[in-house]
Each structure stands twice: as structure tokens, then as C-alpha cells.
């Protein structure tokens, strides 16, 4: 059987960018994908496009995109992890570009600078083919094949082979058929956890049935459950990246990826069947996501607010609410009265009037409500809810990718309980954990994360060749 230099485990941005750059240097490389379509999905091929770090430019000096990384994640990101990715940012983006990866400036804003081209269509419902990450994937596959190496379709992996603790190859299935694959390096790179509902269950929600799959659902962590067997730790499983979807995205496609609804939660508020505020709005739309997962209903959540707030925030951000949801045949409840309204909505009409009315003293005064989370302002304002008519729009949490995974050093070795690393093996992308999460539930951008240690892998796993016998 022939040894390989490196297998690369899974297709998407991270996986092949981790094989391309070993490929450059001359490894012999394999990557494993399980899905045996031409254009197989995964999240780098539905993704619109935007390299960016914590929603600022990925070009941006390595002190300032580290100082808005540490901001965004409250300082709970692993320092080495950070350091690597704002010190390796410009030369990934310089880098895919060599590889004829093309980019565009979509607008004005840090996270819009460096987009795909040709851009991701922005409006609702789910729109791919031919654009963005569609073409990207196609362009790194090219590459990879012109540097020697190859995407194998249609195997699952299933294991990791591990000799005299050293990681030397893969265990797999095609078509049923066990087979193994045998290299110096194995590198996982499927993504997350977020359709595989046993480890949302562990980590995420108790009711991973009631969140809606806003991605390929083609993360179903099989790399971390690998990497946990073999004595891989895991860090951060408890958050993942994802946007408020109106309930109606659970069975309309229409409504999914675009238009979220974090604006409005974000001025307003977000109440549970009981109409209870769960959660401090002022921690953005990613956190308030999360929060929504973790109550006993998820799709119980409502989020309140009135006239001012649709017609100022509701009009902010990309496809916004106002109009993108309407058109999208999004049901927005109206009514005169704050009573008339929880009855519309099925909720107990003194509850909600309480909980309005103290969250608007509390706005007044300045002090919490009592019974309520506080509620900042640093990040978003807080508007009150006075003026009517009001409304109310039933939410429920997207879920786009799982920010935790399997532990990572500065040079994307996996390491075990003990931090030290677990020799052959390695991994990229969303896979890993340590970079973003927290209790805010801080987002460092996915393709960026993806693309950065993907390269990272690639080239750490040829350093290492380049000593081994």
C-alpha cells in the first residue's frame, strides 16, 4: 500500500488550503471527501464570500485586527491561536489570491472588503451555484490536482489509525468497504458539529430538533469524535456561529440564510413563551442566537418591539427585516395594544406588559430591572418600546457552524488533555476550538479561520516531512 505524505479530511475552504499549500512543497497528498457529488456541499461552497477578522478587514495591521479579535471574544481567545491568525492573514488573502482565487471589494465596511468574486447574490433564500464559494472550491481543486494531489469522493472516514502514539493514517468506508489510508500527517478538516444532533445535544441545546440547520448539513463532527478517541482534547463546544431566522425558516427554504433578524433583537427585545426576557440583547445578534438555543423551547422565542424600531433598525443591516422579511412571505403580527398583541402571539398579556414595562424603566433610570438580565449598550443601543403600533416577530436560532471543536496549537497540532501534541496529526477550520466563543459567543469569521490555518496545516505538516526519515 502506498504511504502518502499527508491525508486531508474533508474538501471544504480549510481542508484545501491545507492540501494545496502541502501540495506546493511538493507532498504527496490525498484529501477524503465523504460526499461523492461533483459539487458535494459544505458550508465554504454555500458561504457568501466575506473574508473578514471579527467583522473588520482581514488586511487590516496585526495589532489592530488582534486588539478588535480580543474585543470581539472578550478576551477569552487563545493567545497563540489569534497571534497566528492576524500575523498570517494578508499573506493567506495574498496567497488565494496566487491560487486565482479573486476577490472584490462588496463595500465600504472592514468584513465586506475582501469578498469572492463573483459575489454571493444577496437575497433571500439560498442562492450558490456558479458564485462565491461554489467557484472558489472548484478553483482549489484545480490547483490541487495541477500540484499533484487529489479529492477522493464518496469515503467516510471512520477512524484514525494510530501507532506507538503517533497518528499514520485513516480508517474508511467506500461504499461499505473498509479501506485504509496510510500517510505521515493526517490533517481533519470536515467542519463542525452542528448536524449531528447527539453532540448538539451534549454541548448546545436539549432540544437540537427545534434549531434550525442554517448551513450544509455536512458538519456532523466525525473529525472531533475521531480526534476524541484518540485522547484529542475539546475546548469551547458550548458556542457556535449562526443568525435569528423567523420560526417560519424551519420549514420554508425561502427564509434561510437571508434576511436575519439580529437588528431587531438587537434595539429590541426577546421574550420566551412565559414573556420573559432570557438574555441581554446588547450582546449581539451571534449571542442572542445562542441564547435562544439554550432555553427549554428555542422555538418559543418572540421578538417585541414597535414602530420606531421597525422603521429605524428593522431597515438596518444586509437583506434587513424591513422589507426583506415581508417580501420574503415572513409573517410580521401587528397590533395597537401591547395586550392585543400577546394574545395575537399566544402569550399571557400581563406578563408581557410587565416585562415591557420594567425593561423600559430600567432605560429611564439606568438601573436593571429587577427579575431581568441587564441589558448593555456598549456594542448596541437600547430603544424602548412605547409607540405603537407593536409588533412581534416568532424567531428561532440558525445555526451556521459550531465555534468549539478539537484543541489546537500555534502550528494547528492537535493536543490532548494535557496540551502537549498528539504527533502525525493535525487540524484547520472549524473543526478547531480555542479562537473564538466565550460567553459572548465572539465570532472571528469563518472563512478566514478556515483559510488561514488551512494554510497553516499545509505548511506545518511539510516542515515536519521535511524531518522525518
Not at 455536512?218 to 472531533?224: L, R, V
Not at 434576511?259 to 432570557?278: C, E, K, M, Q, Y
Amino acid at each position: 500500500m502506498q504511504t502518502l505524505d499527508m491525508i486531508v479530511i474533508g474538501a471544504g475552504l480549510a481542508g484545501l488550503s491545507a492540501a494545496n499549500r502541502a501540495a506546493q512543497s511538493g507532498l504527496k497528498v490525498m484529501v477524503l471527501e465523504q460526499s461523492s457529488d461533483e459539487a458535494y456541499l459544505c458550508n465554504s461552497r454555500y458561504t457568501g464570500g466575506l473574508f473578514h477578522i471579527a467583522m473588520d478587514d482581514m488586511l487590516a495591521k496585526p495589532e489592530a485586527a488582534r486588539a478588535n479579535l480580543e474585543a470581539m471574544t472578550s478576551g477569552e481567545t487563545k493567545p497563540e491561536l489569534a497571534d497566528a491568525l492576524v500575523a498570517n492573514a494578508e499573506r493567506t488573502i495574498n496567497w488565494l489570491k496566487s491560487m486565482g482565487i479573486k476577490f472584490i471589494v462588496a463595500g465600504h465596511e472592514g468584513f465586506r472588503r475582501n469578498s469572492l468574486a463573483p459575489p454571493g447574490v444577496r437575497q433571500t433564500g439560498l442562492n450558490w451555484r456558479g458564485r462565491a464559494g461554489d467557484v472558489m472550491l472548484r478553483t482549489l481543486e484545480k490547483q490541487l490536482a495541477r500540484h499533484g494531489g487529489c479529492i477522493i469522493r464518496g469515503v467516510e472516514a471512520k477512524s484514525l489509525i494510530m501507532e506507538d502514539g503517533r497518528c499514520v493514517g485513516v480508517e474508511a468506508e467506500i461504499d461499505r468497504q473498509k479501506i485504509e489510508y496510510r500517510a505521515h500527517a493526517v490533517v481533519i478538516a470536515d467542519g463542525g458539529f452542528q448536524a449531528n444532533p447527539e453532540l448538539v445535544a451534549r454541548f448546545i441545546s436539549k432540544r437540537p430538533d427545534r434549531l434550525l440547520q442554517r448551513n450544509a448539513q455536512s458538519g456532523k463532527g466525525a473529525g472531533i469524535k475521531m480526534a476524541e478517541s484518540v485522547g484529542a482534547a475539546l475546548v469551547g463546544m458550548d458556542r457556535f456561529y449562526g443568525h435569528i431566522q423567523h420560526r417560519d425558516a424551519m420549514t420554508d427554504q425561502g427564509l434561510w440564510p437571508y434576511p436575519v433578524l439580529d437588528s431587531l433583537a438587537t434595539a429590541a427585545i426577546v421574550v420566551d413563551g412565559n414573556g420573559h426576557r432570557f438574555c441581554d440583547e446588547g450582546g449581539g445578534g451571534i449571542y442572542v442566537t445562542n441564547e435562544i438555543a439554550r432555553i427549554e423551547d428555542p422555538l418559543s422565542a418572540v421578538i417585541i418591539f414597535d414602530k420606531p424600531i421597525w422603521e429605524g433598525p428593522g431597515t438596518d443591516w444586509l437583506l434587513p427585516a424591513n422589507p426583506y422579511l415581508l417580501s420574503a412571505g415572513g409573517k410580521v403580527i401587528k397590533a395597537d395594544s401591547i395586550e392585543a398583541l400577546a394574545k395575537a402571539i399566544g402569550i399571557d398579556a400581563q406578563a408581557l406588559s410587565k416585562t415591557i414595562a420594567d425593561y423600559n424603566d430600567s432605560l429611564e433610570s439606568g438601573t436593571p430591572a429587577a427579575g431581568q438580565p441587564a441589558r448593555s449598550t456598549t456594542k448596541y443601543k437600547a430603544w424602548p418600546i412605547k409607540t405603537g403600533p407593536f409588533y412581534a416577530v416568532p424567531v428561532c436560532a440558525g445555526v451556521t457552524y459550531t465555534m468549539g471543536g478539537i484543541a489546537i496549537d500555534g502550528n494547528m497540532r492537535v493536543l490532548d488533555g494535557q496540551g502537549s501534541p498528539i504527533r502525525g496529526l493535525f487540524a484547520a477550520g472549524a473543526t478547531t476550538g480555542g479562537l473564538e466563543g466565550g460567553g459572548y459567543a465572539g465570532y472571528s469569521g469563518g472563512l478566514s479561520k478556515a483559510s488561514v490555518f488551512g494554510m497553516l496545516a499545509g505548511e506545518a505538516v511539510a516542515t515536519e516531512s521535511a524531518t522525518v526519515p
